[in-house]
């Protein structure tokens, strides 16, 4: 069975200081892999996707960036937070692009 | 452009009664929309209720029904009886995933709470 596991569960960060958020697909080789996010009050909306490993493509430009340095590898990153970063940020695998299956989430509060 | 909009919440009904969500759709760069309800219970992660890809279709599952409405852009999920275990933030979302890029049009989300 495919698993997704998404990490850390919840930051807390300064603005202005750097983020990784994490992402691993496990029993399912070559996905489509997808960062959403979801502001407080807002909607799920797509960040970027990625059909392979390398590759990645932009959907929103929040000043994050993404990469997908293994097949079941999916990271999001910045250098520099802002406060309109926080939120909920799920990321997403597709199996024959019928349906997406999620992760938990991780919570992030930029302070 | 293309968006979602569903019942605001939170709504409350009692265990038992019957529930409607309504959600409304805008498709307009989709020309074949697929539509989807998804769930996310509490601690868990946000995962498909039903999913229906063909106007004048219905989806269902745990009881829940929503019918594909082209005329009425419409997809309101419904359920006769809910149980305190339906608790939970519904999303209604549009797209078409065959383009691989998997993107989804969401909703708000709907908290409903189902009182014992």
């Known amino acids: 069975a495919q698993t997704i596991h998404q990490w850390p569960v919840a930051e807390i960060k300064a603005v202005g200081s750097p983020l990784s958020l994490g992402c691993t697909i496990k029993?399912?080789?070559?996905?489509?892999l997808y960062w959403y996010w979801q502001a407080t009050g807002g909607t799920l909306q797509q960040l970027f996707y990625?059909?392979?490993?390398?590759?990645v493509e932009s959907v929103v430009q929040l000043n994050l960036s993404a990469s997908r340095p293994k097949d079941d590898q999916f990271i999001l990153s910045t250098e520099k937070l802002l406060l309109s970063h926080s939120g909920f940020y799920l990321c997403?695998?597709?199996?024959?692009?019928?349906?997406?299956?999620f992760g938990h989430g991780t919570k992030l509060s930029v302070l | 452009g293309d968006s979602v909009t569903q019942t605001e919440g939170p709504v409350t009904v009692s265990e038992s009664e019957s529930l409607i969500i309504n959600c409304t759709y805008s498709?307009?760069?989709?020309?074949?929309?697929?539509l989807f309800w998804y769930v996310r219970y509490p601690g868990e992660g946000l995962q498909l209720l039903l999913k229906?890809?063909?106007?004048?279709q219905k989806g269902s599952s745990r009881g829940f029904e929503a019918t594909y409405n082209k005329e009425t852009t419409s997809f309101h999920l419904q359920k006769a009886s809910v149980q305190e275990s339906d608790s939970a933030v519904y999303y209604c979302?549009?797209?078409?995933?065959?383009?691989?890029?998997?993107?989804?049009?969401f909703g708000l989300g709907t908290t409903l709470q189902v009182q014992p």
């Open positions: 997403a695998w597709s199996r024959d692009n019928e349906r997406l299956f």
């Open positions: 029993g399912k080789s070559s996905p489509n």
């Open positions: 990625s059909i392979t490993v390398g590759q």
């Open positions: 498709a307009t760069s989709i020309a074949y929309p697929n």
């Open positions: 229906v890809i063909t106007a004048g």
């Open positions: 979302a549009l797209g078409d995933l065959t383009g691989n890029t998997g993107k989804l049009i």
